[in-house]
């Protein structure tokens, strides 16, 4: 077997002052911490052992050290071990709040007509009226003898129809027949007042959105279209946001048959329509989304170098880029890539990522419960810290210091203690969770085999 060849004791100075050299200028503007300067100390001695008495072996060592201390540089991004300074955009709060002209003593309907204005309740009246002429049209004898008693409605027959359906929920019944019971254990007087049973149970057949004549088959939300459009601009029209903002999904139960269900084991639905949503962290409230319908979604911004999941942040953050809000994303948004450009924005961002991500720095240390590891780079920190397992965190608008929480441990009765960037992601970061904690809380008990009405009335 051929032997190595082994590097001449003046190419091993060299090697070895060429890399000196370069460390310095690589971690010229950051300062590095006593431990790591400690590991780089420890290191140059002994490389300077190793170059005193070269030999076979020794050149082998001194190639596998030198490989080590450069594993931390990525092929996009220059990563380096010293404290990570963040420069943080400053966000000015004083004309964050509700931008409609409202008041404690406002009408309930007025607080419901922000949002379900009297064009959009017109809009629905119409096409639901023109979706029964179109099933006259269409429908053979023994169907039109089933809806020969409708009649045409109106916009304020439809406001009466909403409010019924949004009172359902509060008031928990086996079937939809019940609510209109006159049986003196069950009976609710209220839906009785407000609407007969067979007007309710007609309109909710005819509900539609949409003319069927002009059906885009391009497009896959065409069937509740105007109801979309229209909401995603009312929730970015009346209220000017706060500082942080968190992007997730949102899955509404549907098991019917649909092209673009999805299947989600961590929610609570599991299956049904996924929309991507951005909230407001300090109010819950949900500001835009965007309802996945695979290739054809509505996402406007298209960026290479952020992939899928970049574009669908700056999708939602179109409107509030360069104004100085924080972001909170979880490990399928997160990458180097994405926090970049935000950080370019004027707008900073923290979240979980996934260590596999493009130009994500290398940390192999094994780490025992408490410790954590970090790397800096010029706009980003990349940290792991260990709980129950290994967290990953990328953060541009944190350092890597940790504080103190409310929480002891059980057994010694010590204050926990993590990186601030992690308490601030799971202070911030429930918001589309709460969302649909509410909306759960208030499913009605009406079935359909229709997923556009099915996808309406949560959004009402």
Known sequence: MAKKRSLPDDSILEFLTKSDSEDEDFDADSEEDVSDCEEESAESTHLQNISASSSNDTSNEVEELA????????KGIDWFSGDFTPKIHNFDSSSSGCKAALSASSPIRSFFEVFFSTDLVTLISEETNRFFEYTMEISSEVTVSR????????????????????????????????????????????????MTRDRYLSILRMLHFSDNRESNQGDRLFKIRPVVDHLRAAFKNNLVPFKNLCIDESLMLFKGRLFFKQFIPSKRSRFGIKTFVICDCETGFILDFVVYTGAKSDIVEQHADLGKSGDIVSTLMHTYLDKGHTLYVDNWYSSPALFCWLHDRATNAC??????????PRMEEKLKKGELRFRSSEKLLALKWCDKREVWMLSTCHSAGVIETTKKDRQTGVVTKKPECIVDYNRFMGAVDKADMMLSSIESVRKSLKWYKKFFFPLG
């Open 67 to 74: 490989t080590k201390r450069r594993k931390t540089t990525s």
């Open 147 to 194: 809806i020969k008693t409708w009649r045409y409605t109106t916009p304020e027959e439809i406001y009466s129809f909403l409010a019924i359906t949004l009172l359902m929920p509060r008031v928990k019944k086996l079937s939809l027949h019940e609510y209109w019971t006159k049986d003196i254990l069950m009976k609710t007087p209220i839906f009785g007042d407000l």
């Open 351 to 360: 979240g979980t990522v996934r260590r596999s991500r493009r130009d994500m």
